[in-house]
């Protein structure tokens, strides 16, 4: 079955930096666009990051434009969001998603915290 299983997550200080994990499995991952998503607390998900499958266009939320970069390695089925400059308002849980047509997947999740 699929299975997106995100890691990388933590507490960071103000203008640090992360780099998320996620590896999927049970489906052609070089067929999917991935996308990365982010809810914090009292808010909505919202779109991150996305990156087409084979193409490798990739796409911001203008929040995270110039800080944030998205990539996948489709030889180790696995999606990865470089975070560097971080602000309090990255705060959140950032999820995995695998997109194609009408079929959606999600991982469960990995929280990321910035503060001092």
């Known amino acids: 079955q699929v299975q997106l299983v995100e890691s990388g997550g933590g507490l960071v200080q103000p203008g640090g930096s992360l780099r998320l994990s996620c590896a999927a499995s049970g489906f052609t991952f070089s067929s999917y666009a991935m996308c990365w998503y982010r809810q914090a607390p009292g808010k909505e998900r919202e779109l991150v990051a996305r990156?087409?499958?084979?193409?490798?266009?990739?796409n911001y939320a203008d929040s995270v434009k110039g800080r944030f970069t998205i990539s996948r390695d489709n030889a180790k089925n696995t999606v990865y969001l470089q975070m560097n400059s971080l602000k309090p308002e990255d705060s959140g849980v950032y999820y995995c998603?695998?997109?194609?047509?009408?079929?959606?997947?999600w991982g469960q999740g990995t929280q990321v915290t910035v503060s001092s």
């Open positions: 998603n695998a997109v194609r047509g009408f079929y959606n997947s």
């Open positions: 990156i087409a499958g084979t193409s490798g266009i990739t």
